[in-house]
């Protein structure tokens, strides 16, 4: 199964969907307005999709012999079994779908990545520990799949950190997956180095022993390894340190053609950015025009470090 754009699962409340307890919903702008004019997006509400009515009594978390149980507010009603027996079946579902991505609603008892409020009998307030009991099942039988919660979504780092992995995933969907080889691999592996870079340097270097090492292990084996490990690499955070490596890394590529004028124009940008006074797009406007202008090097023409998702969605 194979679509022209990333495919991401999302919380159905942050559609604007009325699903929620009380009827309502949480509708995420970015995610239902911006976002999904360049994804296909798959709706689930794991509380409604379990049989649960609208509207309904609250959830919480409550600890059990078992671990967490998913508890109603005024009945005590146990949804746990019912819920965990969904979750499972979606997710084999939604495995089967393909998805490059999923947004959850945070705080969510069914969909909360992180923080998700834990009731223990005789405290006096919840404590902040848990994780939605459809989103921990998500997690688990999809663990190479990237997550975010709406609420990160609103950080610009955050969001472009999902941003590059949702468009990073698809396009290893389309070009890995479906036909793979060896050569594919290390031509994939080539056009991201950079963008592998800015994210963690250290496994940057790891992912470029899998390309280079492809023939040690079957090539769906290292696929997999190599799809995990750019995930993971994307997952972390960037800093103004790494990006302005990168950028003075790129910066090497214009010795031989730009002015000493023009290489001190670059350096103060890339100085600048590093101390905070301006955004990463200062300085890589910069670099993109005179890449247009010379036309250094093929090789970094083809980075996606420079457009790893389209503009539209902002965040740089």
């Known amino acids: 199964m194979s679509t022209s ?12 969907r009325q699903v929620r307890f009380d009827g309502g919903h949480k509708k995420s702008d970015f995610v239902a307005d911006t976002l999904s004019r360049f994804v296909e997006l798959v709706p689930v509400c794991p509380e409604v999709e379990s049989g649960m009515p609208v509207p309904r009594e609250s959830l919480r978390h409550v600890p059990g012999r078992a671990g967490l149980r998913l508890i109603g507010n005024r009945s005590g009603a146990d949804h746990t079994d019912r819920m965990s027996s969904f979750a499972e079946q979606r997710v084999a579902e939604l495995a089967a779908l393909e998805l490059d991505g999923f947004v959850l609603k945070k705080d969510s008892p069914s969909c909360g990545l992180e923080r998700v409020r834990t009731y223990r009998e005789g405290a ?11 989103a921990a099942l998500l997690r ?4 190479a799949l990237p997550l975010t919660e709406e609420g990160w979504l609103r950080d610009p780092g955050l969001r472009e950190s999902f941003l590059e992995r949702i468009f990073t995933h698809h396009r290893m969907r389309m070009v890995l997956f479906e036909a793979p080889s060896r050569g594919k691999l290390v031509a994939f592996h080539s056009e991201h180095k950079l963008l592998y870079m800015a994210r963690s340097p250290v496994l940057y ?10 023939a040690a292990r ?9 799809a995990a490990q750019a995930m993971a690499a994307l997952g972390e955070r960037s800093t103004p340190g790494k990006q302005a490596n990168v950028l003075q890394h790129i910066m090497g590529y214009f010795k031989e053609v730009l002015t000493a004028s023009e290489k001190r124009e670059l350096l103060s940008l890339i100085d600048d950015f590093r101390a905070g006074l301006h955004g990463l797009l200062v300085p890589l406007t910069l670099l993109l025009h005179h890449l247009r202008a010379h036309e250094v090097s093929a090789w970094l023409s083809r980075q996606l470090y420079f457009r790893p998702y389209p503009k539209e969605l902002g965040a740089r």
């Open 205 to 214: 270097r790891e992912l470029g022993r899998i390309a280079a090492q492809s």
């Open 140 to 143: 688990d039988g999809l663990p």
């Open 218 to 226: 079957p090539l769906k084996a290292t696929i997999e390894l190599y």
């Open 124 to 134: 006096a307030r919840p404590v902040r520990t848990g994780t939605g009991l459809f």
């Open 5 to 16: 754009r990333p495919r991401i699962g999302v919380s159905s409340c942050l559609l604007g």
